[in-house]
Structures are given as structure tokens and as C-alpha cells.
């Protein structure tokens, strides 16, 4: 009974290709994240949002779009990927409305464009 | 933007000893968070500190925040082989309806390894 699911946990693609990331919490979190962890192992904010609402876009690529259908789900959806994609995404979420902002992270899916 | 530097980047330890790593910032944040990540795994939340000063334990893991609120520390104590993994420092600082509310800012992370 996973938390933070996410899929695919791993996903190989040719540049160029557009591919979609789906997550899901079953904690009733109110707040959800994407992260994108670079081979450095840099861990970096990409987007939130809060009950569906877009609250964070950290200066990522129009080519990223999330996709919020209700508040327990997060998709990212990558167009026209490039071979600089390639990364681990994690989807975290936290129930931030009520000031706590300890984030609760998937396994990860691990990107690589090729 | 805020960044953090977590010290050391590696630690080479032999089972039983104790491990200390940190956080400093240039700017104060309102929460410390301290995660472990593990191959193939996303990061796991250890200890989470809410008030300047205050000093938490879970287990072996004892972490404090800093009274300036700009720096975390978090030891482990007696350390066992399945302590092995990349330890986060992570901050907040954002407010109910900010635009950062809910975002962690993370440290490069400490890389342990335990030696039976």
C-alpha cells in the first residue's frame, strides 16, 4: 500500500519523443511535488501544486507540462525530449495547508533519453 | 536564489562509529528536514525540525537546528552497514499562500559508507 506511487519506474525513449510520468498519493495530502535529480544526485524543485492549483514552476521547459486532474494525482507529461532530460523524476507530496511541509517522495522513474 | 552546503560530500566509516555531517545557508529557513535516499529508492524522511535551537532524535539519528537558523547538523551514533546511503539536508521557508510555499530547497548530500 505505497504512499507516493509513481510510473514508470524506469523509461527509455529516443529524442524527439513525448512521454508522460504518472504519480499518485493515497496520503490526502493537499500539496504535490515534482523533483528531478540529476546524476550529481542534485535534488531540485521543478513544479507544485496545491488542490490541482499550479503554485511552483521553477523555471523549468515549456516542453514540461504537469497535469493536476485532482489532488491525489500529478502527471508530468515531457515533449520533444532531449538527451539533457535524462534524470530521475521524483513525485513527493506534503499536506502543506496545515504548515507541514515534510514531503513524503515516490521511488523515482529513472528518464533516459537516448 | 536559496542554496545550501552540506558537508562532508563523503564519509568512509567503520561499523560502530559515529558520523556527524551539516547544513549551512546564507539565508534562515523555517524548517530543517533530514532525508536518506538508498539505490533505486527515493529519499526518506528521518527527522524534521520545526523551531530554532531545537534538537530531535529518532533512534541512533540525533539532528538540531541551528539557533541563527541557518544551519542543521544531524549525527548518527554507533553506525551498522544498513546505515549506507546519501544522507539531505533540506529547508523551507515559504509561507501559507507564497509562491514557495511547500518547496524544499536540498543540500549536494553526504555519501556514507559503513565498513563491517
Known amino acids: 500500500d505505497t504512499a507516493v506511487s509513481q510510473t514508470p519506474k524506469y523509461l527509455v525513449t529516443q529524442m524527439g519523443n513525448d512521454k508522460s510520468i504518472k504519480c499518485e498519493q493515497n496520503l490526502g495530502h493537499d500539496t504535490m511535488y515534482w523533483y528531478k535529480q540529476d546524476s550529481k544526485k542534485f535534488l531540485k524543485i521543478m513544479f507544485s501544486y496545491n488542490n490541482k492549483e499550479l503554485i511552483i514552476n521553477e523555471t523549468v521547459p515549456n516542453r514540461f507540462s504537469p497535469k493536476s486532474p485532482d489532488k491525489a494525482h500529478l502527471n508530468l507529461h515531457i515533449n520533444s525530449l532531449e538527451l539533457g532530460d535524462s534524470a530521475v523524476y521524483f513525485c513527493a507530496s506534503s499536506q502543506a495547508d496545515a504548515g507541514n511541509t515534510e514531503a513524503f517522495f515516490g521511488q523515482g522513474t529513472r528518464l533516459t533519453v537516448v | 536564489g536559496q542554496q545550501l552546503n552540506q558537508s562532508p560530500q563523503s564519509m568512509f566509516i567503520q561499523e560502530g562509529e559515529d558520523v556527524s555531517m551539516n547544513c549551512t545557508s546564507s539565508?534562515?529557513?523555517?524548517?530543517w528536514l533530514w532525508y536518506k535516499q538508498e539505490p533505486g529508492e527515493g529519499p526518506v524522511l528521518l527527522i524534521a525540525l520545526y523551531k530554532a535551537g531545537e534538537l530531535t532524535s529518532n533512534g541512533r539519528l540525533t539532528a538540531q537546528f541551528g539557533i541563527t537558523r541557518k544551519d542543521s547538523f544531524l549525527n548518527i551514533s554507533a553506525s551498522i552497514p544498513s546505515d549506507v546511503g546519501i544522507y539531505f539536508c533540506a529547508g523551507h521557508y515559504g509561507y501559507a499562500g507564497g509562491t514557495s510555499y511547500g518547496k524544499l530547497t536540498f543540500g549536494q548530500g553526504t555519501i556514507l559508507t559503513v565498513h563491517p
Open positions: 539565508s534562515i529557513f523555517n524548517t
